[in-house]
């Protein structure tokens, strides 16, 4: 398995803002993925975040709204850009191994709030 | 395109009843298929993870079967208890794409 931490855990912010969700991971991963669980809703892939290039996004996801990076391995960052009360969900980090069958593993998620 | 359902969407039940859950999908050319389990508000846990080449797997209480033909997978929980309690999600990989996931059958278990 794999020990994925995100940070924050939760966080409130006003219309118009930006945040930026870490996620780290305890071991060098192959993939990793962003995403996004409105109230009540299951998960929606948002994104598989590359290690040295472009995130590939899903569709109805664009860079300009969620980029993404991902300097090496073991940590990836999502941010959410120009926010509305829309983007009120929670966003999960997710990873896993070739060579284990895909088996995959999240972080704890982050709750965000857009007042 | 990959799609997954899951049957009941809630689920009440007295403590120490066995259960079933029901996870179904449109394409059988799956490479795996992962039960999961998310406490309200918190990430998900990874419970059970079936290859495409095997027909079920065990963890204690919990068993997953996979009938890839039919496309459907159950995930059988014995002697149910409240701690139990919690939305379960099954999760399908098709080979060289992403994971989709269903719905979700959220479970509660009653002292």
């Known amino acids: 398995s794999a020990v994925i931490s995100q940070k924050p855990s939760r966080d409130i912010c006003q219309r118009g803002t930006s945040l930026t969700i870490q996620c780290q991971v305890d071991?060098?991963?192959?993939?990793m993925f962003w995403y996004r669980q409105q109230p009540g809703q299951s998960l929606t892939l948002i994104a598989t975040?590359?290690?040295?290039?472009?995130?590939?996004?899903e569709s109805g996801f664009v860079i300009d709204k969620f980029p993404i990076s991902r300097p090496n391995l073991t940590f990836s960052t999502l941010t959410v850009s120009n926010m509305s009360p829309e983007d009120s969900s929670i966003y999960l980090c997710?990873?896993?191994?070739?060579?284990?069958?895909?088996?995959?593993?999240f972080g704890p998620g982050t709750r965000l709030t857009v007042l | 395109k990959q799609e997954v359902t899951q049957i009941p969407a809630a689920l009440s039940v007295p403590e120490g009843e066995n259960l079933v859950l029901n996870c179904s999908f449109t394409d059988s050319a799956i490479y795996n298929l992962q039960w999961f389990r998310q406490d309200p508000g918190k990430g998900l846990t990874s419970l059970l993870l079936i290859q495409s080449s095997q027909r079920e797997q065990t963890s204690g209480r919990l068993n997953a079967s996979l009938d890839k033909s039919s496309g459907r997978s159950t995930l059988y929980i014995a002697a149910s208890q409240p701690g139990d309690s919690a939305t379960y999600l099954c999760a399908v990989n098709n080979y060289g794409q992403n994971f989709v996931f269903g719905p979700g059958t959220r479970l509660s278990v009653l002292p």
């Open positions: 997710s990873v896993a191994r070739t060579g284990a069958y895909n088996e995959q593993f």
């Open positions: 975040a590359n290690q040295g290039s472009e995130a590939t996004y």
């Open positions: 071991s060098q991963v192959t993939m």
